[in-house]
Structure formats: structure tokens, C-alpha cells
């Protein structure tokens, strides 16, 4: 075994005790706590959040919203999509990519039509498109023999879409 070989297997290593604490703290947590841990939480939060920053302005120019050549029908719409999207991550976590990629896109084009929100809203939504892409759904299974043999103790192993698929070719 060569040294960046060793190096992989140690952070590897670390990476699953980080996880076992992870989820052995979950055990033990609420309800809310769970589900928080399901879905990309903090990035819709953070969406919903940019979305309602962004539809500041054009709530405050609402008289002048219907007037042709006016861009603030633009804020409305980007605002309104930031936050059905920021909505949609709660419900749909599997597709948490694709609403960050969305967010990041909305919050960009904000920038015409409500100012993004004085900016802020503009960087809350790519920070919140950028949580929902990075977040990934990671999954914990028991293992009831490693359970037996250590005295009824709950052991948990986390395993990830990727590692099952890589199972999966394996098997």
C-alpha cells in the first residue's frame, strides 16, 4: 500500500466516524430533527428566505407593475419561481439538484427586474442554490447480525446511493 492509498483509506475512515456520530445523534433526536435531515433543509430555507428579499421591491412598486416597459412584472415573476422552487425542495428532496441549479439561475436573472433584492436576495439565492446542489441524501442501514454479536448494542452503517450502486455492479 503506497502512501496516497493509505491516505485515502484513513480519510475514508474518518469520513464513516464522522457519519456514525452523525447518525447516533440522530437516533436520539425529535421529530423535526429527523425530518430537517431528510431534505435539503437549509437550502430551501435560504431560498424561500432569497425569494421573499427579491419580491420586496416589487410589492413596494406595485402601482407601476402593469405599466408597459416595466421590468418590475419580471421581479414579481422571479421572486414568485424562487419561491415555489424554495417550496418544492421541502417537498421533493430527490431533485434537490436541480432546484439549486434553479435557484442559482433565478436569483442571477433577479438582478433585471427587482434590483435581487438590493443584491442580498441575488447572494442568499445562490448560497441556497449551492446548499441544494451540494446536499446529498444518505441512507442508514442496520446491520441486526453485527447487532447481536455485540450484545443487542444498536450499530448503524450509512451507505450512499453511489456505494449501493457500487454493490450492486459488484454483485
Given at each position: 500500500m503506497n502512501k496516497r492509498e493509505a491516505w485515502a483509506l484513513k480519510r475514508t475512515e474518518k469520513k464513516e466516524e464522522k457519519l456514525q456520530r452523525k447518525y447516533m445523534k440522530l437516533s436520539k433526536a425529535g421529530r423535526f430533527k429527523r425530518w430537517r435531515n431528510r431534505r435539503p433543509f437549509w437550502g430551501a430555507t435560504l431560498t424561500v428566505l432569497a425569494a421573499l428579499?427579491?419580491?420586496?421591491?416589487?410589492?413596494?412598486?406595485?402601482?407601476?407593475?402593469?405599466?408597459?416597459?416595466?421590468?418590475?412584472?419580471?421581479?414579481?415573476?422571479?421572486?414568485?419561481?424562487l419561491l415555489i422552487v424554495g417550496s418544492f425542495a421541502y417537498v421533493y428532496p430527490q431533485f434537490s439538484t436541480v432546484f439549486g441549479v434553479i435557484s442559482i439561475f433565478l436569483s442571477v436573472l433577479s438582478v433585471m427586474g427587482a434590483l435581487g433584492g438590493f443584491i442580498v436576495?441575488?447572494?442568499?439565492?445562490?448560497?441556497?442554490?449551492?446548499?441544494?446542489?451540494?446536499?446529498?441524501?444518505?441512507?442508514?442501514?442496520?446491520?441486526?447480525?453485527?447487532?447481536?454479536?455485540?450484545g443487542g448494542g444498536l450499530k448503524k452503517v450509512q451507505s450512499s446511493d453511489k456505494e449501493k450502486q457500487a454493490q450492486a455492479a459488484q454483485a
Open positions: 428579499v427579491i419580491l420586496y421591491i416589487p410589492i413596494h412598486l406595485y402601482a407601476i407593475a402593469f405599466i408597459p416597459g416595466s421590468l418590475v412584472f419580471v421581479g414579481f415573476l422571479f421572486g414568485g419561481l436576495g441575488s447572494i442568499l439565492g445562490i448560497i441556497a442554490g449551492s446548499l441544494c446542489i451540494g446536499w446529498e441524501r444518505r441512507e442508514v442501514v442496520y446491520q441486526k447480525n453485527q447487532q447481536r454479536k455485540q
